[in-house]
Structures are given as structure tokens and as C-alpha cells.
């Protein structure tokens, strides 16, 4: 196995590299499991395609997946004096109200009424601004969501919003319109997605599809799932050079009773656990540190970090300077994924959400 990084005062700095805009990928490739691989278990990496996992796993493995599913949580309208707006929905809470980022050129005031999608009587439906969220200086807004006949805030989202891409997918257009929005609809939800809840999808699984499941299950690798409604926050830059001082996001997951079972069955036969994505890496190791299978998370997983579940991480190519980066640092070692970053910008790997993925191995003391 690759060593662990020796001790370091890491910045950063130390978790940048150079990027061109051209690898960063815009649309999904044209079939799921048709994107590259990195196979980056050790050094020389190997490149592979995303069909050949099943044959880079053991009989005996475990494979722990995230089931959130991604909302329409993308929504435009206006203020009363006509100002655009538009509303990211983060969560939603009891009573029809949510909790959501919003950006338009002026904040309104507590008490204000948002028009979305033409607004109540119109086809669409109002929000009424209720308050910042936490404080006054928070960056959320707590809304109260009236549309017609009652309709859930899930009911309106599906209705009258849009698939909330990352940023760095260029193709959004102003007003909601995006013509490969058909293409989004189907290709930015993993075959996994069940739960309702995120804004983002747990993207290292977008590049499943039955015929690598079916070609797993031959194999003789269990699969077994957890629940992390991913949050805008996975986008929030830091923007500390003391990487200790900045604040996680706080994200919602669950661990059901029979993957616990599962994760106790692997080990008893000797079996690897397998976790596809950050956000199942995150679920597995907040509940190994305080035995919570359920509540928020704000857990931040830098270089020193003590893995407890997660022996093996499929995930795909993270943005510069990101709680990512460090995330599969702390996994695989910092020298290591930094060789490996070089190597996938030179052979021109796709990168971020649409992007391709890599294959690693925990690094050991």
C-alpha cells in the first residue's frame, strides 16, 4: 500500500494545480460507463475505463453508494418591483417553508413577496421572505413557499424549477432555459437516486449503469447505501490560507440499520469497503466518530485524518483549492494525488461533475 504523507504544515496552496478550462466537462459522456478511469491504487497509475471496475475489486468487497436524489431545487421570479431573482432551495423544512440561497441585485427586506414562475395566480407561486438564516448575517433566507391548492415545496419545485447544475457547467441560460435540460434531467441523477434532497449529485456515481451493477454482482461484491443530501456548500470555496479556519458546510445523512450489517459482515470475511464518492466517505466516517446512523454533518477530512471505514474511493476530479482535494489527500496521500492530478491533466481527463473518475487505495502509516 502507498505510505501516508509525512507530517506537514499544509496551506492552501498546497492543494492547487494548473487546470485547462477545456478539460473541464460540459456535458456527460455519451454512455455512463463509457467514461475513463484512473486506476491510481498505486504509482505507475493505469488508465482504464469505467467498465473495468468489477475486475479491480475482490469477492468479498463491499460497495456503500449514496441514494439522494437530486431536486428541481432551481427557481426564478421576481420581486414585486420586478427585480429578478433567483432561489437556490437548500432544504426544506416543516410547515412549507425552506431554507435558500438567493441571488438578485438587491435584497429584499423580512416580509417581502417573491413572484416565482409568474407568481400565485399566474400558473406559478410566492415566497414570502420570513428571515436571514441563522442570524440577520446569515447567508440563507427562510421562506415561505404558497402555491395553488396547497402544493408541497417538493410539488412546486418539481413543477416550476430546474436541475441545479454546478457552476462550472457553462450552459445555464438566463430565465431557467437551458436546451440540454432534457439531457440533464436524466444524465445528473445516479441510477442510485432515491431520497429526494440534494442540489448536487453525488457524482462519482453517475458512471453506473446495470451492466456494471450486474457485472459487480457476478463478481461477488456487495452493495449496501447510505444517504447524504448534498448541499450547495459542496461548491463554497475556502477562502483561508490557514485550511484549520475555515468552516464546513453542514450537510444531512442517514445510515440504514442493514448497511451497518453489511459493513460488520465485510469485515468478518475479510472484505474491503468500497466508497463511491466523498459524500459516502463523509457519511461512513462521521458515523464511526460518533455513532450517530443519523442529524447533520459538518465533518472536515484534511491530511492526518484517522479513516476508520472507507478502505477503497471511487471519485472524480475535484476543483483546485477545494475541501475535496483535501478530502482525497488526507485518503490517498497528498504527494500521491497531486502525481495523479498531473498525470489525468496530461493524458486530458475530464474533469468535476460530468467528468471521468479515478480508482484509490487508503493510504497506510
Same mark, same amino acid.
Given at each position: 500500500?502507498?505510505?501516508?504523507?509525512?507530517p506537514?504544515?499544509?496551506?492552501?496552496?498546497?492543494?492547487?494545480?494548473?487546470?485547462?478550462?477545456?478539460?473541464?466537462?460540459?456535458?456527460p459522456?455519451?454512455?455512463?460507463s463509457?467514461? +475513463?478511469?484512473?486506476d491510481g491504487?498505486?504509482?505507475?497509475a493505469? $488508465?482504464?475505463?469505467?467498465?473495468?471496475?468489477?475486475?479491480?475489486?475482490? =469477492?468479498?468487497? &463491499?460497495?456503500?453508494?449514496?441514494?439522494t436524489?437530486?431536486?428541481?431545487?432551481?427557481?426564478f421570479?421576481?420581486? !414585486?418591483?420586478?427585480?429578478?431573482?433567483?432561489? &437556490?432551495?437548500?432544504?426544506?423544512? $416543516?410547515?412549507?417553508?425552506?431554507? !435558500?440561497?438567493?441571488?438578485?441585485?438587491?435584497?429584499? =427586506?423580512?416580509?417581502?413577496? &417573491?413572484?416565482? =414562475?409568474?407568481?400565485?395566480?399566474?400558473?406559478?407561486? *410566492?415566497?414570502?421572505l420570513?428571515a436571514?438564516?441563522?442570524?440577520?448575517?446569515?447567508a440563507l433566507?427562510?421562506?415561505?413557499?404558497?402555491?395553488?391548492?396547497?402544493?408541497?415545496?417538493?410539488?412546486?419545485?418539481q413543477?416550476?424549477?430546474?436541475?441545479?447544475?454546478?457552476?462550472?457547467?457553462?450552459?445555464?441560460?438566463?430565465g431557467?432555459?437551458?436546451? *440540454?435540460?432534457?439531457?440533464?434531467?436524466?444524465?445528473?441523477?445516479t441510477?442510485?437516486?432515491?431520497?429526494?434532497?440534494a442540489?448536487a #449529485?453525488?457524482?462519482a456515481?453517475?458512471?453506473?449503469?446495470?451492466?456494471?451493477?450486474?457485472?459487480?454482482?457476478?463478481?461477488?461484491?456487495?452493495?449496501?447505501?447510505?444517504?447524504?443530501?448534498?448541499?450547495?456548500?459542496?461548491?463554497?470555496?475556502?477562502?483561508?490560507?490557514?485550511?484549520?479556519?475555515?468552516?464546513?458546510?453542514?450537510?444531512?445523512y442517514?445510515?440504514?440499520p442493514?448497511?451497518?450489517?453489511?459493513?460488520?459482515?465485510c469485515?468478518?470475511?475479510?472484505?474491503?469497503?468500497l466508497?463511491?464518492?466523498?459524500?459516502?466517505?463523509?457519511?461512513?466516517?462521521?458515523?464511526?466518530?460518533?455513532?450517530?446512523?443519523?442529524?447533520?454533518?459538518?465533518?472536515?477530512?484534511?491530511?492526518g485524518? $484517522?479513516?476508520?471505514?472507507? $478502505? &477503497?474511493?471511487?471519485?472524480?476530479?475535484?476543483?483546485?483549492?477545494?475541501?475535496?482535494?483535501?478530502?482525497?489527500?488526507?485518503?490517498a496521500?497528498?504527494?500521491?494525488?497531486? +502525481?495523479?492530478?498531473r498525470?489525468?491533466?496530461?493524458e486530458r481527463y475530464?474533469?468535476?461533475?460530468?467528468?471521468?473518475?479515478?480508482?484509490?487505495?487508503?493510504?497506510? #502509516?
Amino acid at each position: 500500500m502507498l505510505p501516508l504523507t509525512a507530517p506537514h504544515a499544509f496551506t492552501l496552496a498546497d492543494f492547487d494545480f494548473a487546470l485547462p478550462p477545456q478539460l473541464i466537462a460540459q456535458h456527460p459522456a455519451p454512455e455512463r460507463s463509457g467514461s +475513463r478511469l484512473l486506476d491510481g491504487r498505486s504509482w505507475p497509475a493505469h $488508465d482504464r475505463t469505467f467498465r473495468d471496475l468489477p475486475g479491480l475489486l475482490e =469477492a468479498g468487497d &463491499l460497495m456503500v453508494f449514496n441514494d439522494t436524489r437530486v431536486v428541481k431545487a432551481r427557481l426564478f421570479g421576481e420581486k !414585486a418591483s420586478g427585480g429578478r431573482v433567483e432561489l &437556490l432551495i437548500e432544504r426544506v423544512l $416543516d410547515g412549507g417553508e425552506v431554507l !435558500a440561497h438567493m441571488k438578485v441585485s438587491k435584497k429584499p =427586506a423580512p416580509g417581502a413577496v &417573491l413572484h416565482i =414562475a409568474g407568481g400565485l395566480g399566474r400558473g406559478g407561486f *410566492d415566497a414570502r421572505l420570513a428571515a436571514r438564516w441563522p442570524d440577520e448575517h446569515g447567508a440563507l433566507f427562510r421562506l415561505a413557499l404558497r402555491g395553488p391548492a396547497g402544493e408541497t415545496p417538493w410539488e412546486l419545485m418539481q413543477r416550476h424549477g430546474h436541475l441545479p447544475l454546478p457552476p462550472y457547467i457553462a450552459r445555464h441560460q438566463e430565465g431557467g432555459h437551458d436546451p *440540454d435540460e432534457a439531457e440533464d434531467n436524466e444524465r445528473y441523477q445516479t441510477v442510485f437516486a432515491h431520497t429526494p434532497g440534494a442540489v448536487a #449529485a453525488p457524482t462519482a456515481a453517475l458512471h453506473f449503469d446495470a451492466a456494471v451493477l450486474a457485472a459487480l454482482t457476478a463478481r461477488g461484491v456487495a452493495q449496501a447505501r447510505v444517504t447524504l443530501h448534498v448541499g450547495a456548500g459542496t461548491f463554497q470555496p475556502v477562502k483561508t490560507e490557514n485550511i484549520a479556519e475555515h468552516h464546513m458546510h453542514s450537510e444531512w445523512y442517514q445510515i440504514p440499520p442493514e448497511t451497518i450489517e453489511a459493513i460488520e459482515r465485510c469485515r468478518a470475511r475479510g472484505g474491503r469497503v468500497l466508497a463511491i464518492g466523498t459524500t459516502t466517505v463523509r457519511t461512513l466516517e462521521s458515523w464511526a466518530r460518533g455513532g450517530q446512523t443519523s442529524g447533520e454533518t459538518d465533518i472536515f477530512i484534511t491530511p492526518g485524518f $484517522d479513516f476508520r471505514v472507507v $478502505d &477503497l474511493l471511487v471519485t472524480n476530479f475535484h476543483l483546485p483549492r477545494s475541501t475535496l482535494m483535501m478530502l482525497v489527500s488526507a485518503f490517498a496521500g497528498h504527494e500521491h494525488i497531486m +502525481r495523479l492530478y498531473r498525470h489525468a491533466v496530461q493524458e486530458r481527463y475530464r474533469f468535476f461533475s460530468y467528468g471521468d473518475a479515478m480508482l484509490l487505495r487508503r493510504a497506510t #502509516a
